[in-house]
């Protein structure tokens, strides 16, 4: 069974700060990674994905993440934030063929 | 391209009355479709994938009765919540992955459902 976990439900930065959002996922076997953003009220946008290749994956609005397999890792990373950022982010997994599994969520603060 | 879209965006209803959740992908055949719900602060949680013509799978715990599911054509899944409750207040996601395609999801705007 595969799972995800988010260690932060909140993380608040100032505008134009570095940020990183953690993800670390359990899986015996290969799997696919994806960072999705959330709105208020509003579905979910996805961000960027890991399905193989280079282990540093570039989304749109800046952000970037990085697979690491042996920490079973996929941290998302801005180098300088904006207000329009403020949003839920969610880390999910899947294995070709199953379900995604999303982690908690964590909620992204931008403070001016 | 890959869209998704959800009618209505929201909806209120009274107790005990049913009420259907469209999800249609508007520019793609979707074979399988997932619906979803989440709760104020809260992740997403699988209620159910549902695959053109045939019967949806309900994750353990979700109440097939209820929460009926029906995947007419490659571009429609239909969600109805029968006799519903205030507890039954959630915003609903769907999402559908495009055929050959088994591990990207392409997700609706959600619906927000209020029982009264």
């Known amino acids: 069974a595969q799972s995800v976990t988010q260690l932060d439900s909140q993380v608040p930065v100032f505008e134009e700060a570095p940020v990183e959002l953690r993800c670390n996922y359990s899986?015996?076997?290969?799997?696919?990674l994806f960072w999705y953003v959330q709105y208020p009220n509003q579905g979910l946008q996805l961000l960027l994905k890991y399905l193989s290749g280079s282990t540093l994956v570039k989304g749109i609005n800046g952000f970037e993440a990085e697979f690491n397999k042996s920490q079973t890792s996929f941290h998302l990373r801005k180098p300088s934030v904006h207000i329009s950022d403020t949003a839920e982010y969610f880390c999910?997994?899947?294995?070709?063929?199953?379900?995604?599994?999303f982690g908690g969520g964590t909620r992204l603060m931008v403070k001016p | 391209g890959a869209v998704v879209s959800q009618h209505p965006s929201w909806v209120i209803c009274k107790s005990g009355t049913s009420v259907k959740i469209e999800c249609r992908s508007l520019?793609?055949?979707?074979?399988?479709m997932f619906w979803y719900r989440q709760f104020p602060k809260q992740s997403l949680m699988l209620m159910a994938t549902?695959?053109?013509?045939?019967?949806?799978?309900?994750e353990q715990g979700v109440e097939k009765d209820k929460f009926l599911i029906n995947h007419a054509s490659l571009t429609l899944s239909t969600l109805t919540v029968t006799s519903a409750h205030p507890e039954d207040s959630s915003f609903y996601i769907c999402?559908?992955?495009?055929?050959?395609?088994?591990?990207?999801?392409?997700f609706g705007p959600g619906t927000r459902l209020t029982v009264t």
């Open positions: 899986s015996s076997v290969s799997v696919y």
């Open positions: 549902s695959n053109e013509g045939s019967k949806a799978t309900y």
């Open positions: 999402s559908a992955t495009l055929a050959g395609d088994l591990y990207e999801q392409y």
């Open positions: 520019d793609f055949q979707a074979t399988t």
């Open positions: 999910a997994v899947t294995q070709k063929g199953n379900m995604l599994t």
